[in-house]
Every structure is written in C-alpha cells, then in structure tokens.
C-alpha cells in the first residue's frame, strides 16, 4: 500500500498543499475534522494528475465562508441543498468543500441529503474507486480510508457500483461512468456493464436533475482532454440530455492541440497554468452567441464562468506589464513570466500575435533554458557548495539569472561570485597514535594466544612419542648461568661417564665436520651447519664459538623445551652469572651455548616465557614411562647429532670405541 503521507507532499503541487494548509488551520479553529475524498484520492493512489480536490468536513461546510475569504479563498459557489461550497485557492485551485451526507432516493433523480459521519458519507458514493478518504487531522494524518476496498479495484482499473440501484437513482452516474471510462481508460465490471445497459435502455437518463446536469456540463471543460470526453458522450448518446447544442462539431481541434502543447512547454519551465477556462473557450468556438450565453448560465460554479470570461483582459494586462521597460532586462521579463497568474500567460501566448511578446516567448521557452547547461557545477563542487547546504537552489536561481543577463561569462567572475557560498574547509583529521605500551601489550595478548593455541594442539593428540624419546628422562637445553646447581650436576654426570667437557665437545664438532674418529674410520659429515651462531631457546641469546652447531629445536607448543630424545650440547661446568630471559641487544657480549641437562621432571619456567600446560607434560610422562626402554638409548641420544631433526623417531647408533680424540691446539 503506498505512504499517503508522501503521496500528500511529493504528488500535490505547492499550491494544492498550500490550499489543504489553510482548510486543515480552518478546521482546527472551528474544532472539526476534515478528509481528503472522491477524485483526488483516486488520483493520488492511481498515478493520475490531480487536477482538483474535494475535502469532506465534519459539519456545516457553509460556516466556513468568512474564515476561508479571509485566508485568501475565493467562493465560486455554493449549494444549499448538499451544503456544499465551491472554492478557489490561490494558483487556481479547486476545491470542493462538501459536508458528510448520506442521500435517500424517494424518485430517481431527487436525492434527500442526511448529516452523516464520514463512515456512511463513502458508502454513499457512486463506484467504490471514489469511496476512499485520507484523514488530514492532527495525530491521523495520511490514515487511508476504503471500506468498500477500493484500492483493489483501482489496482485491476476497474468501475464497479457501490449500490446495485445506483443507475437507477442517480442517472447521472450513467454520464459520469462514460467518462472516467474515456479519461481514465478504465472499464466496468461484467454486472456494472449489464446494469449500465438496462438503465440505457430503460431511458432513467430523463430523470436527470438541474444539478447533475451543471455539474457534468462544467466537468467537460475541468477535464484534461475535454474533446476526448465530449466525444464520448456524444457518441454514447448523453449530449442530448445535457446540452443539445453542444457537439464536437463546435469545437476547434486544431487550436487544442495547439493550446495542450504551449501548456506542456510552460509546465516544463515551472508554470502550472489551469487550462480549463481556454480549453472551454475553445471547446465551445464554433457555437452561436446565444447558445454560448444559455450554456455559461448552466454551469455549477459561476466563478468559473467569470474566470472564463476574462481570458482576454487577463492577456492584456500581462502584455503590457511584460513590454514594459523595467522588464526589459532578462531577469526581470524571466521573474516576471514565474510570478504572474498562469492563465494568463498561457492565454496571451496563445492568442497574441505582437512580434515583440512572440519574441519574449520564444527566449522564455527556447533561448533561456539553454543558460542552465553552462551552470558551472564542477566549480561548485570544487568550492564545497553541494545540494545540501541551505538556500542551494536559491543560489542556483540567482546564478542562472546572471547567465541569461550576460553576466560571469569567465572563470574568474564565476570563482568570485561563488567565493561568499563557500563553506570553510573541513578541519584536518587527526590520526591517533598508539602509544610504546599499548603496541606492547598487544604483541604479548597476540603470543599468550598463539601459545594457548600451539598448546592446545599438543594437548589434542600430538605423538609424543614421535616429537620426544622414549626414556623415563627428559634432556633440556638450558642456557649458561641460569641455574647454577644444575650446570654443577651435569658435569659430575659427565665426569662419571669418563668424558670431560672438552672432549665431548671435541666429538662433537669432529662429528658435525666429518673427521676422522679415533678408531681410523671416517666420521659421517652431519648437516652442513648455519653461519648464524645457535640461539638458546629460553633467552634467545647466541652462543659465541659454536658456528657448526646449530641450535636445539623446541618442540612445537612448548616454547624454551626441546624435545624429548634430541641431543643438546653439554654445558660447561663453570659458574656464570645468570642472564635475564630478556633478549640481549646484539652490541652485548654473547652468552654461552645451551646445555644438555637430564631432568627427571620438567625444568622451571624461564622468565618471560610461558608454560605448557600441567595436562600435557603429564600425559607426555605417563606416554615416555609407558613405551618401552630400548637399549643404549641414553648412549644413543649422547652420540646423536646436535642438528638431528626434531620429531623423527631414529634406531640407536652402536657405541663408538671411547677413545679420546686429539686436542686441537
């Protein structure tokens, strides 16, 4: 269902919505309500133009004379009968001010009008497209209004009888379904069309009433294409019940198609000129001057017939305004074709034949327009002038009226025109700088995490069996200095096994270069090694002489432990003074290599770093006591070398004859 609310302000012309203002503040004042009805609403909910109004009121719409008058409103007429009056608002504006009546037919064509609340007002009416209201009061404003569903039939373009007797009692719903047919191209429903016959053939259009016909005589003039219109009804045959004199035979096709196309030009430069006085004039050229005169005495509104009658002097007066010499300037003969009453310069230009007025119409129309193309819009937007600042159309205006009247026709006089419409710049953004600390805090939140989830991973299923050995002992690469007592039982350890320091770390490094054993057998070449001196795994800092060794790997989820079963290099047996787990700067003496430390449980966290889990170094243990020992593995691990691969399961080596290699000097 579409928003009436925005149909009310977008489909109305200003004036239109200008004229519902003042009956809205009218009605508020006398404490009555009022509805937006019949053909308007119809238009609105349809697409059509809307081209007049009918309000519905709460009351006696006859009490409202004085306050209308004094708003601007002109009476056009009025009916005592219906207590209805006829309206004209500024812009030529139509309205129908109605009271809410039901009718009762005691003879065909004779209705008997009854106060009545709006409910029963729009199930009086004559098709149910026409029986729908908008509510224009305070707290319901734009509410629709369709107990006979209406807006299905508009939707299906359809005409359908609110009453079954509805020809019957009023014949001039015959007229009028004639011509909603020929303007609207809608058509009636199969038991509106058999009714619409029997009441053609029954002849009930002889019961037509003096108000009726006024009112269906005048509506061929309202009507956007009245030869249209009066053509079907002639051909229907209700001209003969209306105005016999009156045919299409009387009017001047060619002129009204003349006066329909300088209409729609005026439209388009923002004149909303109401054709229904020329069209008229036109419609009915060809008839007597009698026969004109009894016609103009049966129309509904007599202020109609009076606007129809000035046409001519209403050209005058706008002729000699318009050639006058203040407006002979552009600007000026341009505001004034926008400030004076349409009608009359749609009837001076259609009917005048002055070279000098032709010649101001040709610039209004064609010369004039062609100004807007050379608005300069990129400067605008160059300057920061864009639609939503306040009074931009108002500066569009003013610059266009510059243009026709020859004026900033350079780039410069444009620039200096527009510099006092131009909004300062916009302030800078400031971009906000994280600070040491919080850049800090962040990177460690992000590790915490990353941890938490290599941990998780382990924990979930990893073969530690694969990663570690398979020995009850677990071997950790501690760095020098930074557990004293475990550095001193260590190299007992060594000691027991008869092997100094030195000659393990002679073995090893003739191992890593493939030197020959003591034995007179070749050494196997290890992995060629890293220039880059070994990093210890806790502290992160190199160890100084050891560039073909490469560092210790710690198993993936626990950070500063190797892996179980991977062979470290031993620690010296000399204390040091231990190293804070912060990396060193790389100007700073480095620190000794990692060491080789058999442990039976876990070794203490190092600063700064995290722990794995409780539950996953006890299910590591409990796996490692579960597998079987094999034999020499502590031999074998001893013998491995110190960039054996982390993770790979390998059979122990033989043991190599212990013999002592030869000290390097």
């Given at each position: 269902m579409p928003d009436y609310i925005y149909l009310l302000e977008n489909r109305l012309s200003a004036d239109q919505r200008h004229a519902l203002h003042q009956l809205r503040e009218a009605a508020g004042n006398a404490g009555t309500i009022l509805f937006l009805t019949g053909d308007a609403v119809r238009d609105l909910t349809s697409g059509h133009a809307v081209r007049e109004l009918e309000v519905a009121i709460h009351g006696n719409a006859l009490k409202f004379k004085k306050p209308i008058e004094k708003m601007?409103?002109?009476?056009?007429?009025?009916?005592?009968?219906?207590?209805?009056?006829?309206?004209?608002?500024?812009?030529?504006?139509?309205?129908?001010?109605?009271?809410?009546?039901?009718?009762?037919?005691?003879?065909?064509?004779?209705?008997?009008?009854?106060?009545?609340?709006?409910?029963?007002?729009?199930?009086?009416?004559?098709?149910?497209?026409?029986?729908?209201?908008?509510?224009?009061?305070?707290?319901?404003?734009?509410?629709?209004?369709?107990?006979?569903?209406?807006?299905?039939?508009?939707?299906?373009?359809?005409?359908?009888?609110?009453?079954?007797?509805?020809?019957?009692?009023?014949?001039?719903?015959?007229?009028?379904?004639?011509r909603y047919r020929a303007r609207l191209g809608w058509e009636m429903d199969p038991r509106t069309v058999s009714r619409y016959e029997n009441a053609k053939s029954e002849g009930v259009i002889e019961h037509l009433s003096a108000h009726a016909r006024s009112q269906e005589l005048e509506q061929i003039g309202h009507e956007e294409e009245g030869l249209k219109v009066l053509r079907a009804l002639e051909e229907e045959g209700w001209m003969t019940a209306l105005y016999p004199a009156w045919t299409v035979g009387k009017a001047d096709e060619a002129k009204l198609k003349a006066l329909h196309d300088l209409a729609v030009e005026l439209l388009m430069q923002g004149i909303h000129a109401d054709i229904s006085a020329a069209q008229m004039q036109l419609l009915t050229a060809g008839m007597a001057s009698r026969e004109l005169a009894a016609l103009k005495k049966l129309m509904l509104r007599p202020g109609f017939v009076e606007e129809w009658n000035s046409l001519d002097s209403l050209a005058g007066g706008f002729a000699k305004v318009l050639l006058a010499k203040q407006n002979a300037v552009p600007s000026a003969s341009f505001k004034l074709f926008t400030s004076y009453d349409p009608e009359a310069v749609l009837w001076l230009g259609f009917t005048s034949k002055n070279p000098a007025v032709i010649e101001r119409y040709n610039q209004f129309l064609k010369v004039w327009p062609e100004a807007k193309q050379r608005m300069p819009y990129l400067l605008m937007q160059e300057m920061r002038i864009t639609p939503e600042l306040p009074r931009y159309s108002e500066l569009l205006h003013a610059i266009f009226l510059q243009l026709i009247d020859g004026r900033l026709t350079t780039p410069e006089e444009m620039r200096a025109f527009l510099e006092?419409?131009?909004?300062?710049?916009?302030?800078?953004?400031?971009?906000?700088?994280?600070?040491?600390?919080?850049?800090?805090?962040?990177?460690?939140?992000?590790?915490?995490?990353?941890?938490?989830?290599?941990?998780?991973?382990?924990?979930?299923?990893?073969?530690?069996?694969?990663?570690?050995?398979?020995?009850?002992?677990?071997?950790?690469?501690?760095p020098k200095g930074e557990i004293a007592d475990e550095a001193d039982e260590d190299a007992e350890d060594d000691e027991e096994q008869g092997e100094s320091v030195p000659e393990t770390a002679s073995k090893r490094k003739?191992?890593?270069?493939?030197?020959?054993?003591?034995?007179?057998?070749?050494?196997?070449?290890?992995?060629?090694?890293?220039?880059?001196?070994?990093?210890?795994?806790?502290?992160?800092?190199?160890?100084?002489?050891?560039?073909?060794?490469?560092?210790?790997?710690?198993?993936?989820?626990?950070?500063?432990?190797?892996?179980?079963?991977?062979?470290?290099?031993?620690?010296?047996?000399?204390?040091?003074?231990?190293?804070?787990?912060?990396?060193?700067?790389?100007t700073k003496k480095p620190a000794a290599p990692p060491k080789a430390v058999k442990l039976q449980k876990p070794a203490p966290k190092a600063p700064g770093k995290a722990v794995a889990k409780p539950a996953a170094k006890t299910a590591a243990k409990k796996q490692a006591k579960a597998a079987p020992a094999r034999p020499m593995a502590k031999k074998a691990k001893a013998a491995r070398p110190a960039s054996a691969k982390v993770g790979k399961s390998s059979k122990p080596a033989k043991p190599a004859p212990r013999k002592h290699a030869k000290k390097r000097r």
């Amino acid at each position: 269902m579409p928003d009436y609310i925005y149909l009310l302000e977008n489909r109305l012309s200003a004036d239109q919505r200008h004229a519902l203002h003042q009956l809205r503040e009218a009605a508020g004042n006398a404490g009555t309500i009022l509805f937006l009805t019949g053909d308007a609403v119809r238009d609105l909910t349809s697409g059509h133009a809307v081209r007049e109004l009918e309000v519905a009121i709460h009351g006696n719409a006859l009490k409202f004379k004085k306050p209308i008058e004094k708003m601007g409103g002109k009476i056009w007429g009025e009916d005592e009968e219906s207590r209805s009056l006829y309206l004209c608002f500024p812009g030529t504006v139509r309205v129908d001010l109605i009271s809410t009546h039901r009718v009762e037919f005691p003879k065909p064509g004779r209705p008997v009008f009854h106060p009545a609340s709006i409910q029963e007002d729009l199930r009086r009416r004559d098709f149910t497209a026409n029986s729908m209201a908008i509510s224009l009061n305070e707290g319901s404003y734009g509410l629709l209004m369709d107990p006979l569903n209406g807006a299905a039939d508009i939707e299906s373009r359809t005409l359908r009888l609110v009453s079954n007797y509805g020809f019957l009692e009023e014949p001039a719903l015959l007229i009028r379904a004639t011509r909603y047919r020929a303007r609207l191209g809608w058509e009636m429903d199969p038991r509106t069309v058999s009714r619409y016959e029997n009441a053609k053939s029954e002849g009930v259009i002889e019961h037509l009433s003096a108000h009726a016909r006024s009112q269906e005589l005048e509506q061929i003039g309202h009507e956007e294409e009245g030869l249209k219109v009066l053509r079907a009804l002639e051909e229907e045959g209700w001209m003969t019940a209306l105005y016999p004199a009156w045919t299409v035979g009387k009017a001047d096709e060619a002129k009204l198609k003349a006066l329909h196309d300088l209409a729609v030009e005026l439209l388009m430069q923002g004149i909303h000129a109401d054709i229904s006085a020329a069209q008229m004039q036109l419609l009915t050229a060809g008839m007597a001057s009698r026969e004109l005169a009894a016609l103009k005495k049966l129309m509904l509104r007599p202020g109609f017939v009076e606007e129809w009658n000035s046409l001519d002097s209403l050209a005058g007066g706008f002729a000699k305004v318009l050639l006058a010499k203040q407006n002979a300037v552009p600007s000026a003969s341009f505001k004034l074709f926008t400030s004076y009453d349409p009608e009359a310069v749609l009837w001076l230009g259609f009917t005048s034949k002055n070279p000098a007025v032709i010649e101001r119409y040709n610039q209004f129309l064609k010369v004039w327009p062609e100004a807007k193309q050379r608005m300069p819009y990129l400067l605008m937007q160059e300057m920061r002038i864009t639609p939503e600042l306040p009074r931009y159309s108002e500066l569009l205006h003013a610059i266009f009226l510059q243009l026709i009247d020859g004026r900033l026709t350079t780039p410069e006089e444009m620039r200096a025109f527009l510099e006092p419409y131009s909004p300062p710049a916009p302030p800078p953004q400031v971009s906000i700088k994280k600070t040491r600390a919080r850049r800090s805090a962040e990177s460690k939140i992000k590790d915490l995490e990353d941890e938490e989830e290599s941990e998780g991973a382990i924990a979930g299923g990893d073969d530690l069996d694969e990663i570690g050995g398979e020995d009850d002992e677990m071997e950790m690469a501690l760095p020098k200095g930074e557990i004293a007592d475990e550095a001193d039982e260590d190299a007992e350890d060594d000691e027991e096994q008869g092997e100094s320091v030195p000659e393990t770390a002679s073995k090893r490094k003739s191992s890593a270069k493939g030197e020959t054993r003591a034995d007179g057998k070749a050494g196997k070449a290890g992995p060629v090694a890293s220039t880059k001196p070994p990093v210890a795994p806790s502290t992160g800092i190199p160890a100084p002489g050891k560039k073909s060794a490469p560092a210790a790997l710690p198993a993936p989820g626990m950070k500063g432990k190797p892996a179980a079963g991977v062979s470290q290099p031993p620690a010296s047996p000399i204390k040091a003074k231990p190293v804070p787990a912060k990396a060193a700067p790389a100007t700073k003496k480095p620190a000794a290599p990692p060491k080789a430390v058999k442990l039976q449980k876990p070794a203490p966290k190092a600063p700064g770093k995290a722990v794995a889990k409780p539950a996953a170094k006890t299910a590591a243990k409990k796996q490692a006591k579960a597998a079987p020992a094999r034999p020499m593995a502590k031999k074998a691990k001893a013998a491995r070398p110190a960039s054996a691969k982390v993770g790979k399961s390998s059979k122990p080596a033989k043991p190599a004859p212990r013999k002592h290699a030869k000290k390097r000097r």
